[in-house]
């Protein structure tokens, strides 16, 4: 997490000083532009972190053991699968969830399917699709997408003992 901190921060003073470069103007446009979407975003920000916490200390071990660990099989990934679909907000909801999740032990497969679900078959995000690409290009990237989340999960079932000891 702190690389990842280190990494936005050196991104950050690259735009700050491009902006600059270009003219006070410019900076204090991008900072206004910030400022509105934290707003806009923070409500959503506090819920999902809110929703986190309350999962975490609320998740009983024996749950996570017998429905979400990897040794759970499909039960944990058709979950996930089914979840990470429904799951409204998208990623800025989905992900302080996953981060959760992950530490309370939910297994690889499982957390990598719920991803996978959220970021292709999230059903908040087709009805924009069909907006912005008219339905039949919309259902067929679903179409072609949905077994993408468990195919993920059970590849990183595989992958991740070499990766990602726990």
Same mark, same amino acid.
């Given at each position: 997490?702190?690389?990842?901190?280190?990494?936005?921060? +050196?991104?950050?003073? =690259?735009? &700050?000083?491009? =902006?600059? /470069?270009?003219?006070?103007? %410019?900076?204090? =446009?991008?900072?206004?532009?910030?400022?509105?979407?934290?707003?806009?975003? *923070?409500?959503?920000?506090?819920?999902? +972190?809110?929703?986190?916490?309350?999962?975490?200390?609320?998740? !009983?071990?024996?749950?996570?053991?017998? @429905?979400?660990?990897?040794?759970?099989? /499909?039960?944990?990934?058709?979950?996930? /699968?089914?979840?990470?679909?429904?799951?409204?907000?998208?990623?800025?909801?989905?992900? !302080? *969830?996953?981060?959760? #999740?992950?530490?309370?032990?939910?297994?690889?497969?499982?957390?990598? %399917?719920?991803?996978?679900?959220?970021?292709? #078959?999230?059903?908040?995000?087709?009805?924009?699709?069909?907006?912005?690409?008219? @339905?039949?290009?919309?259902?067929?990237?679903?179409?072609?997408?949905?077994?993408?989340? !468990?195919?993920?999960?059970?590849? &990183?079932?595989?992958? =991740?003992?070499?990766?990602? !000891?726990?």
């Amino acid at each position: 997490m702190r690389g990842t901190l280190l990494a936005l921060i +050196m991104v950050l003073i =690259a735009l &700050a000083t491009a =902006a600059l /470069w270009q003219g006070t103007d %410019t900076f204090a =446009a991008g900072v206004r532009s910030a400022m509105n979407q934290l707003l806009r975003f *923070l409500p959503v920000l506090v819920v999902a +972190m809110l929703m986190a916490g309350f999962a975490e200390v609320l998740l !009983p071990k024996q749950l996570v053991q017998t @429905w979400l660990s990897d040794n759970a099989g /499909w039960r944990g990934i058709g979950l996930a /699968w089914l979840a990470g679909i429904l799951t409204p907000g998208g990623s800025v909801m989905g992900l !302080p *969830l996953v981060a959760t #999740l992950f530490k309370a032990g939910v297994g690889i497969g499982v957390l990598v %399917t719920y991803m996978t679900a959220l970021a292709t #078959l999230s059903v908040l995000r087709f009805p924009l699709e069909m907006g912005f690409v008219g @339905w039949r290009l919309a259902t067929l990237r679903v179409i072609v997408s949905l077994l993408l989340p !468990p195919l993920a999960g059970l590849l &990183a079932q595989v992958v =991740a003992p070499v990766i990602l !000891p726990r």
